[in-house]
Nanobody, 115 residues
Framework: QVQLVESGGGLVQAGGSLRLSCAAS????????RNWYRQTPGKQRQLVAA???????TYADSVKGRFTISRDNAKNTVDLQMNSLKPEDTAVYYC?????????WGKGTLVTVSS
């Protein structure tokens, strides 16, 4: 199993930046893809960004050019740098890690962007 703990959420004004971090523990040597999702009340969970074990990245269209996902395999962390934040980025952000086809989830961290 893998345990994930997110940090870095908070309140920021529109146009500002935040950096989310997710630390993994447990069966970390088997982690492949790592993702960041977000969810707001009444909406489906959205995949924001993904990074493979080899470092390939993908992003939701709504965050391209503003968000950057990165991972440090030595530290077992995956970060999400969020710039030019908009009120519509307000959500609970979750990190996930895949091990042998099973996705493990953190408990989430709240990001609130004020206008």
């Amino acid at each position: 199993q893998v345990q994930l703990v997110e940090s870095g959420g908070g309140l920021v004004q529109a146009g500002g930046s935040l950096r989310l971090s997710c630390a993994a523990s447990g069966n970390i040597f088997r982690i492949s893809t790592r993702n960041w999702y977000r969810q707001t009340p009444g909406k489906q969970r959205q995949l924001v960004a993904a990074i493979t074990a080899g470092g390939s990245t993908t992003y939701a269209d709504s965050v391209k050019g503003r968000f950057t996902i990165s991972r440090d395999n030595a530290k077992n962390t995956v970060d999400l740098q969020m710039n030019s934040l908009k009120p519509e980025d307000t959500a609970v952000y979750y990190c996930t890690s895949r091990v042998y086809g099973t996705d493990y989830w953190g408990k989430g961290t709240l990001v609130t962007v004020s206008s």
